[in-house]
């Protein structure tokens, strides 16, 4: 089974709103990041928080991480149409090395 | 304004023959991935490499894929023979190894007919 798994499986929203995507994992971390992916493209990095950390922000970005649930949430705030993409956490276990184990990821799309 | 490249990026061929995939990591990078993704699958690792030796292989079928890294500036995914559920996008991605987040390449978009 995956290590980190998003939820909703897909979101749509209007501009301007808020969308909020869960990821839940099962190991200790060293850290969780979160990627975007547009259509056809490849992934891109957002953010990385370290386990640590509880909370980091980066623009309209807002990452949560409670260890003790063993859960992250992305926040975007202020949506805009160009936000569409597909989004991942990846999770780099303790016991992993380098490896990142990605999630389903979360189809976000924002209507104009 | 550095990126990671990989070539091609489209390939269409016939089950049975050779594939070669090829990435260029973002230079001063030390470890280099291979991905695959595919709508039933998502996306998973194939094999990494830290300072172009292999640490981790486990998820490539070793029959008919290999991955070799013949410099720091070139990684090299094939598939020999191919078949069709071979089908899918290939990433590479690299980094700077452990903790650090991950940079991808457009992707190889591999069909086998």
């Known amino acids: 089974s995956q290590q980190g798994e998003e939820d909703p499986q897909a979101l749509s929203i209007q501009e301007g709103e808020n969308a909020t995507m869960n990821c839940s994992y099962k190991t200790s971390i060293n850290n969780l990041q979160w990627y975007r992916q547009n259509s056809g493209r490849g992934l891109v990095h957002l953010i990385l928080?370290?386990?640590?950390?509880r909370e980091k922000h980066s623009g309209r970005l807002r990452v949560t991480l409670d260890t003790s649930k063993k859960s992250s949430s992305l926040l975007i705030t202020a949506s805009r149409a160009a936000d569409t993409a597909s989004y991942f956490c990846a999770t780099d276990a303790e016991t992993s090395g380098s490896r990142l184990t990605f999630g389903e990821g979360t189809q976000l799309t924002v209507n104009p | 304004d550095a990126r990671v490249t990989q070539t091609p990026r489209d390939k269409v061929t016939e089950m049975g023959q050779e594939v070669t995939m090829r990435c260029q990591p973002i230079l001063g990078h030390n470890t280099v991935f291979w991905y695959r993704q595919t709508m039933m699958q998502g996306l998973e690792l194939l094999a990494y490499?830290?300072?172009?030796?292999?640490?981790?292989d486990s998820g490539m079928p070793k029959d008919r894929f290999s991955a070799e890294m013949p410099d720091a500036t070139l990684a090299t995914l094939k598939i020999q023979p191919s078949e069709p559920r071979d089908s899918a996008v290939y990433f590479c991605?690299?980094?700077?190894?452990?903790?650090?987040?991950?940079?991808f390449g457009p992707g190889t978009r591999l069909t086998v007919t």
């Open positions: 928080i370290r386990s640590n950390e």
């Open positions: 490499f830290r300072n172009r030796a292999p640490l981790d």
């Open positions: 991605a690299s980094g700077l190894g452990h903790s650090y987040e991950q940079y």
